[in-house]
């Protein structure tokens, strides 16, 4: 092996690879489906056509909640262990306590239908969003499709 060819790197993947955006997007859709959830109005329960209707939209409106909250815990995840390194940690000394508490809020809103709790989560992921753009040195824009 040529000793003039050793590779450093920063992150576990290559630069360019990491990005908060997955986990904002994932928890846009939480907040997203929380809101659709909290609108539904229930059909009276003795039409039955209605109350199977209703029955259908809550569980899939559910299962994307469910799927998305932990999708953005997977990309939380990821950029705490992956990408976020010692020196991080020393200009940044709260980040183990932001991640931590971003990942329990995935999980809150997984377990409940509350839009306090889907909102706090954005306001979780944003912050990750700043930081992760401040080791960068950059000054990327928080940016929401709803």
């Not at 109350?51 to 705490?80: D, F, G, H, P, S």
């Not at 991640?99 to 239908?113: N, P, Y």
Request: hydrophobic share 40%; with cysteine; aromatic share 8%.
């Amino acid at each position: 092996m040529n000793s003039d060819f050793i590779a450093h790197a920063h992150c576990d993947g290559p630069c360019g690879v990491y990005d908060p955006s997955a986990a904002r997007i994932n928890a846009e859709a939480v907040l997203s489906m929380t809101k659709k959830l909290l609108a539904l109005e229930m059909p009276s329960s003795d039409n039955k056509e209605a109350m199977l209707a209703y029955m259908n939209t809550v569980t899939r409106y559910i299962q994307i909640k469910e799927e998305q909250a932990q999708k953005c815990k997977e990309e939380l995840l990821i950029l705490w262990t992956d990408y976020f390194k010692p020196p991080h940690l020393e200009k940044f000394s709260e980040l183990h306590d932001i991640f931590w508490k971003a990942a329990k809020q995935c999980s809150h809103c997984k377990v409940e239908v509350n839009l306090q709790s889907a909102e706090k989560l954005m306001e979780m992921v944003k912050q990750i969003h700043e930081i992760f753009w401040k080791t960068k040195e950059r000054n990327v824009k928080w940016e929401i499709a709803s």
